[in-house]
């Protein structure tokens, strides 16, 4: 398998982003307006970023950032697939917490894979062997990726997809 940022662990991944920490806008009183806990992550070769700042610990931040990266980064970024030869990676399930570190990985290879599949969910979830409705729940519990589908979808002339949809 091929090393992308997507695959990359989170230490290498790092060394090719630059962080930045600064006073977090909003409440918290005189400890917001002493520490510079809020968190900006640039991932440098694509030039994508994700701040955090709810927390008033930077270590928890960093770890939020990184994560929103990450998300951005699966959705934004494609990795061509040919479906005549494609296989089903091992790690790879539907039911998967976002918070897990292999989260990221499973939205972008859904996205390859509607990619490949011209857009067409019916292909798409054959390919991935998963279930209308499980996938449909999948691509509307992530906001941006269900936003990123419909608009594609939209461009491609084919209708909506309908949270309900089975």
């Keep these: 398998m091929k090393i992308t940022a997507r695959t990359q662990s989170d230490e290498q991944f790092l060394k090719d982003c630059q962080i930045e920490t600064y006073r977090g806008p909003g409440p918290g009183g005189q400890?917001?307006?002493?520490?510079s806990s809020a968190v900006r992550i640039t991932h440098l070769p694509s030039g994508l970023n994700a701040i955090a700042g709810e927390s008033r610990r930077q270590s928890t931040n960093k770890e939020?950032?990184?994560?929103?990266?990450?998300?951005r980064i699966a959705i934004?970024?494609?990795?061509?697939i040919?479906?005549?030869?494609?296989?089903?990676?091992?790690?790879?399930?539907?039911?998967?917490a976002d918070r897990n570190p292999l989260y990221p990985q499973v939205v972008g290879l859904v996205l390859d894979v509607l990619i490949a599949a011209?857009?067409?969910t019916s292909t798409a979830r054959d390919m991935l062997k998963v279930g209308s409705r499980p996938f449909i729940r999948f691509l509307h519990n992530e906001p941006e990726l269900?936003?990123?589908v419909q608009r594609?979808?939209?461009q491609s002339g084919m209708r909506e997809l309908q949270a309900n949809d089975t």
């Design 82 to 96: 040919d479906l005549a030869s494609f296989y089903l990676p091992d790690w790879f399930t539907l039911t998967i």
């Design 146 to 148: 269900w936003a990123t």
């Design 64 to 71: 939020v950032a990184l994560r929103r990266l990450r998300l």
């Design 76 to 80: 934004e970024q494609r990795e061509p």
């Design 31 to 35: 400890k917001r307006n002493k520490t």
């Design 152 to 154: 594609e979808r939209k």
């Design 118 to 120: 011209d857009w067409a």
